[in-house]
């Protein structure tokens, strides 16, 4: 069955150091997206991409970079982690001409 | 204004009870709306995708769009504790290549 993973599932990092979350799925869909959930502001779109090649910054970038090479895989970087950045982090993609939106399983990243 | 408004809740009912969430927005162009059922540590999953104003009825849930008064509904009949879940409503203007706009989630327990 076609599906999306995300890896890993739980990570502890410490303050400053580079930590890249995997995204990976299996339907072959054009669009991938990446949230970060916090209690009381709900999902938030950090980035997003419509392609290979193809990257663009949602509401929350700061401090975080994508790039896409393959259908794949959007990989999410945090260049140097902050304390701010402690969040659970989903990612969901969907077909190129729709709104449905499928979610990986999430991964909890708690930064020290 | 928030582009999309849900109250967070907590909504606590008693089993077999009728249960309805809303979620108000503020942008006219918006015309597909979708559901989504959030367990604990879980990612979303899609529940109801509707477009443009109506209902449309999946076995015990019901989503009802009123776009004269920006205003949807998720209805859930026979409410059983397996609904017991974070509910989110999103939606977006155009089809595919548009980010969705999610509102934060109203967390509901069902109660045996």
């Known amino acids: 069955d076609a599906e999306i993973t995300q890896s890993p599932r739980h990570k502890i990092t410490e303050t400053g150091r580079q930590v890249t979350l995997a995204c990976h799925q299996t339907?072959?869909?054009?669009?991938m997206f990446w949230y970060r959930q916090d209690l009381g502001h709900g999902l938030r779109l950090i980035h997003y991409?419509?392609?290979?090649?193809?990257?663009n910054k949602g509401e929350v970038s700061d401090g975080y970079s994508v790039s896409r090479s393959n259908t794949e895989d959007l990989p999410l970087t945090l260049e140097s982690a902050a304390s701010s950045q402690t969040s659970v982090y989903f990612c969901?993609?969907?077909?190129?001409?729709?709104?449905?939106?499928?979610f990986g399983p999430g991964t909890r990243l708690t930064v020290l | 204004q928030k582009e999309v408004e849900q109250d967070p809740g907590p909504l606590s009912v008693p089993e077999g009870a009728i249960v309805s969430l809303n979620c108000t927005y503020s942008?006219?162009?918006?015309?597909?709306f979708m559901w989504y059922r959030q367990y604990s540590r879980k990612g979303p999953e899609l529940l109801m995708y509707?477009?443009?104003?109506g209902n449309k009825e999946d076995g015990r849930f019901t989503a009802q769009v009123d776009k004269s008064s920006k205003y949807i509904s998720l209805f859930i009949r026979d409410s059983q504790p397996s609904d017991s879940a974070t509910y989110l409503c999103?939606?977006?203007?155009?089809?595919?290549?548009?980010?969705?706009?999610f509102g934060k989630g109203t967390r509901l327990s069902v109660i045996a």
């Open positions: 339907w072959n869909h054009n669009n």
């Open positions: 991409s419509y392609g290979v090649q193809d990257t």
């Open positions: 999103a939606m977006s203007a155009k089809a595919g290549n548009t980010p969705l706009v």
């Open positions: 509707t477009y443009s104003s």
């Open positions: 969901a993609s969907s077909e190129g001409s729709r709104d449905e939106q499928f």
């Open positions: 942008n006219s162009a918006f015309q597909y």
